[in-house]
């Protein structure tokens, strides 16, 4: 990681870097320690994943109310899922921060272990970064990279006629009253059961809330999606309160996919995982996406939209 301080502010950051050396751990895929000016990875021939988010103090988490563990976990895991939704697997995890001048190096520690944590559960490294201290919140910005699967990377745009649509978890919404958008867990190892066994056909990741992202993924594929609301809610009480934040609520970080009926009828009998996955709808010939209301109405065009930052 480089230091950039501001004038007149300092939190150590000779200190804090030499502890981010010895402290965080290293990618299999670095062929240098972390510490130089630029990170030397390794690469396959099915070539490199690579993503990247901003986190904002007010925004995403509310830093006088989060641990600074849940902060730099959050910040991390939300990278991952993003691996995970293309089918990949992470390799190096890349973090700066936008540090408000006041902040304590111990805080900031803290937040580096909450992110080394997540990175080591799931075999990657934290290989490099930027720190700057600033009169302004406080800033997190994460990249990482990733292997795609030996199927090769799964993307929004492959939905098909005739497919079914599948979510993982056994529920939608309320993630920012409960606190599970920060305790999420990636769904890394679920996709690789999946891409080992299945064709699937598109995928991403729902951050955003199923009626902002599953249109994404209609447009992408230039396909119609129709989704029935007793599915999406799950386990949820069948309200129209629950299928509002089901939809809408956001920063779930489940994934939303696409396949086969056949396939979809074998994961949902064979998927091995706790979190639980589920058939949602089918994707149509047209554009859009429908839903098929609770009380069992035709299906009318989802009027509702998720989260925007």
Avoid at 60 to 79: D, S, W, Y
Avoid at 80 to 105: E, K
Wanted: with cysteine; aromatic share 6%; net charge negative.
């Amino acid at each position: 990681m480089a230091d950039n301080q501001h004038p007149g502010q300092s939190f150590g950051e000779s200190e804090f870097l030499r502890w981010l050396h010895d402290s965080m751990p290293i990618s299999k895929s670095a062929l240098v320690p972390n510490g130089d000016d630029a990170a030397l990875l390794s690469t396959t021939d099915r070539g490199v994943l690579v993503a990247t988010d901003m986190f904002l103090d007010g925004t995403h988490f509310l830093a006088l109310q989060t641990t600074p563990e849940l902060i730099g976990r959050k910040a991390v895991a939300a990278n991952l899922s993003d691996i995970a939704a293309m089918g990949g697997w992470p390799q190096s995890v890349f973090i700066s921060l936008g540090i408000p001048g006041n902040t304590t190096r111990e805080w900031i520690e803290r937040l580096m272990i909450g992110a080394a944590a997540t990175a080591r559960e799931f075999q990657c490294g934290i290989d490099g970064g930027d720190t700057n201290s600033w009169s302004g919140p406080l800033v997190v910005n994460v990249c990482v990279t990733g292997s795609p699967h030996w199927r090769g990377a799964v993307t929004r745009s492959g939905a098909q006629a005739g497919d079914c649509v599948l979510i993982t978890g056994k529920t939608l919404g309320h993630s920012l009253e409960t606190g599970r958008h920060l305790r999420f867990r990636p769904r890394l190892q679920e996709v690789r059961w999946l891409m080992d066994h299945f064709k699937i056909h598109s995928m991403m990741d729902l951050s955003d809330g199923l009626a902002t992202d599953l249109p994404r993924l209609s447009d992408a594929s230039g396909v119609g999606i129709t989704i029935d609301a007793k599915q999406v809610l799950g386990i949820a009480p069948a309200t129209d309160s629950e299928l509002q934040a089901a939809l809408c609520d956001g920063e779930d970080f489940e994934l939303v996919f696409t396949c086969s009926k056949a396939d979809a009828q074998t994961i949902v009998k064979r998927f091995p995982f706790e979190c639980g996955i589920r058939q949602i709808g089918t994707v149509t010939a047209g554009r859009g996406v429908k839903i098929i209301p609770l009380t069992g109405e035709p299906a009318s065009s989802l009027a509702v939209q998720g989260y925007e930052h």
